[in-house]
Nanobody, 126 residues
Framework: QVALVESGGGSVQAGGSLTLSCATT????????MAWFRQPPGKEREGVAA????????YYGDPVKGRSSISRGSSNNTIHLQLSRLKPEDTATYFC???????????????????WGQGTQVTVSA
């Protein structure tokens, strides 16, 4: 069964930038949607961004819209999330997720994803 491996988390000062990456342990065939979610301490998991099979369609959650960019790597089995102008409220555990269908319906809803990474911590200090 395919697994997801995240990297790139860390600590940064407000206004700074980070890039998170997520790679699948197996090559993906067919339609899929990969996404990033985050879960701040004591809060529910929320959608950050999602990207379609070949990276043509991208979807962003309201908290990071305009400050983030999601992309596919050249192998198409890796995604990247660039976060900029980070704020202390962006502090959270960021999770990569995968589902084997289109992003179009509920692409930023956590319950629509079956495969999850372990999460990577992002801490933004004031």
């Amino acid at each position: 069964q395919v697994a997801l491996v995240e990297s790139g988390g860390g600590s940064v000062q407000a206004g700074g930038s980070l890039t998170l990456s997520c790679a699948t342990t197996e090559s993906l065939a067919g339609r899929n949607c990969m996404a990033w979610f985050r879960q701040p301490p004591g809060k529910e998991r929320e959608g950050v961004a999602a990207i379609s099979t070949r990276g043509i369609s991208k979807y962003y959650g309201d908290p990071v819209k305009g400050r983030s960019s999601i992309s596919r790597g050249s192998s198409n089995n890796t995604i990247h999330l660039q976060l900029s102008r980070l704020k202390p409220e962006d502090t959270a555990t960021y999770f990569c997720a995968l589902r084997l269908n289109s992003c179009v319906y509920d692409g930023l809803r956590p319950t629509s994803y079956a495969t999850w990474g372990q999460g990577t911590q992002v801490t933004v200090s004031a």
